[in-house]
């Protein structure tokens, strides 16, 4: 079986995605090994664990961010995870997190990168951004992450257009529907051996 270990600190919509497909058989051989939150109530956290799934919160209290990911580390190599995925995930990693998995993290961003990506640009101000630039479309982009915020090498991106009415909220609604296409798919590729 090829693990999965998600990180996640908020909703965890994409996550619901990745676990609807795994029901339904489309991700075969894809197992959800661990969700793991810096937030106690996150929500990705009771989505997991109400569908039966191993949830693990670590406290970053009075935890320098080097202990953190040390702690990560540990959780991920105990449950013996094949890729780990960022899902919502508001914390940047250490560069000893990233070098004990190279090329085995993946984050989705919500927007075209490298447009509206880097250090700042999360959440709903990725959306505003766009709308402030006038852009005729946005989507999301699959990527490795590296050392840096937002620098890895693309994986794939899904393109959807920008329409006069649109507001950050609807603009948000429309790429979200394209990472639960996206994300269980580069999973599968994944899993597959297509992407090394």
């Known amino acids: 079986m090829f693990r999965i270990g998600v990180l ?15 029901k339904v058989e489309k991700m075969p051989g894809v ?29 970053p209290k009075d935890k320098t961010r080097e202990q953190y990911d040390e702690e990560l580390v540990k959780v991920m190599k105990e449950n013996k995870v094949d890729l780990v995925c960022l899902i919502g995930y508001m914390r940047i990693l250490t560069s000893a997190f990233v070098r004990e998995f190279p ?13 509206f990506s880097g250090p700042g640009f999360f ?10 630039a006038g852009e005729k479309e946005t989507g999301c982009t699959i990527h490795f992450v590296d050392e840096g915020v937002d ?11 920008v329409d006069p009415d649109d507001t950050p909220d609807t603009l948000k609604a429309k790429v979200q529907e394209l990472e639960k296409k996206a994300y ?5 590729e994944f899993a597959e051996g297509k992407i090394k």
């Open 184 to 188: 269980p798919q580069v999973i599968l």
């Open 31 to 59: 197992e959800l090994a661990v969700v793991v939150s810096n937030k106690k109530n996150a929500y990705a956290l009771e989505r997991a664990a109400s569908q039966g799934y191993k949830t693990v919160f670590i406290d």
């Open 103 to 115: 090329r085995k993290i993946i984050n989705v961003h919500p927007a075209l990168m490298p447009k």
């Open 151 to 161: 620098t890895g090498e693309i994986i794939l991106q899904k393109k959807v257009a």
């Open 123 to 132: 959440g709903a101000n990725v959306h505003e951004e766009v709308l402030k």
């Open 8 to 22: 996640a600190s908020t909703k965890g919509t994409d996550l619901q995605a990745i676990i609807d497909e795994m």
